[in-house]
């Protein structure tokens, strides 16, 4: 079962905070995204962008634009628990 995003907060030094419906909430680090994938490196270099973070319909994937984008399943496997 893919998890579904309840909460989605982008957080300072590129990390978001993420609540899932099954009540785990982890802090995602996507500064290691950015520093390994050539298309997040914008994150960084335009002002605003990462904070504009959203959350698709489904609730499932975690995108800033059609280039950049996260899947649930991945942000709730590597997250750091808290």
Known sequence: ???RIKELKPMENYCLSVLFD???KVI???KTDIEKIESYG???T???LFSAVQLDESRT???WNDKIDLP???VYE???PV
């Open 1 to 3: 079962m893919i998890p």
């Open 22 to 24: 099954d009540g785990k």
């Open 28 to 30: 995602y680090d996507v």
């Open 42 to 44: 914008i994150l960084m």
């Open 46 to 48: 335009v002002p605003g």
């Open 61 to 63: 994937c975690i995108f």
């Open 72 to 74: 649930s399943d991945a």
């Open 78 to 80: 590597y997250g750091t």
